[in-house]
């Protein structure tokens, strides 16, 4: 079965870190681009960025540009989401997601989502 | 940096109707749009990829249309299970969603 996983998610203080993960099964993990979206509480989607299958290209939106930082691990299937200088508006559920070749960047496998809540 | 506006933002209908949701694009896309739906709680489900091309297992009754900056997603039918939000998507920019409830 085709599945992402993400986990390292919870409470962190502004201005703190947190690394997520995801972990991937059920297909070539190192054949796609990957990213991460988040949704902040009652608001719409909002890309976060996506790396190339061998990582060689990464993007980040602008709001979390030099902030967070996007990785992958083809050896161990795994995504990851370096974020730093953590804020309030940061706070938000992390899905990655697998985007589907040859389209618009068509996010056609979604992880169950981890939470990130920055408080302090 | 391309917007993508999505409108209604919100919508009610009946079952049986047919519901129209639209994304404007603010330069020529071509056909570079895609179609989610998302119910509370549960993560994004891809419904339509390209403009008009249906996911696989997603049933008929859900289309998609257009080109250059003006695109279109319909729900011929609407079924209980399609009170949902749905969101158009180009790369990294999202619509604002359109959020479909019970009349």
């Known amino acids: 079965e085709v599945q992402l996983l993400e986990s390292g998610g919870g409470l962190v203080q502004p201005g703190g870190s947190l690394r997520l993960s995801c972990a991937a099964s059920?297909?070539?993990?190192?054949?796609?681009?990957m990213s991460w979206v988040r949704q902040a509480p009652g608001k719409g989607l909002e890309w976060v960025a996506n790396?190339?299958?061998?990582?060689?290209?990464?993007y980040h939106a602008d709001s979390v540009k030099g902030r967070f930082t996007i990785s992958r691990d083809n050896a161990r299937n795994s995504l990851y989401l370096q974020m730093n200088s953590l804020r309030a508006e940061d706070t938000a559920v992390y899905y990655c997601?697998?985007?589907?070749?040859?389209?618009?960047?068509?996010?056609?496998?979604w992880g169950q989502g981890t939470t990130v809540v920055v408080s302090s | 940096d391309i917007q993508m506006t999505q409108s209604p933002s919100s919508l009610s209908a009946s079952l049986g109707d047919r519901v129209t949701i639209t994304c404007q694009a603010s330069?020529?896309?071509?056909?570079?749009l895609n179609w989610y739906q998302q119910k509370p709680g549960k993560a994004p489900k891809l419904l339509i990829y390209?403009?008009?091309n249906l996911e696989a297992g997603v049933p008929s009754r859900f289309s998609g249309s257009g080109s250059g900056t003006d695109f279109t997603f319909t729900i011929s039918s609407l079924q209980p299970e399609d009170f949902a939000t749905y969101y158009c998507?180009?790369?990294?920019?999202f619509g604002q969603g359109t959020k479909v409830d019970i009349k």
């Open positions: 997601a697998r985007e589907a070749v040859g389209t618009a960047s068509a996010f056609n496998i």
């Open positions: 790396i190339k299958e061998d990582g060689s290209d990464k």
């Open positions: 390209d403009a008009s």
């Open positions: 998507q180009r790369y990294g920019t």
């Open positions: 330069q020529d896309i071509s056909r570079s």
């Open positions: 059920g297909f070539t993990f190192s054949s796609y681009w």
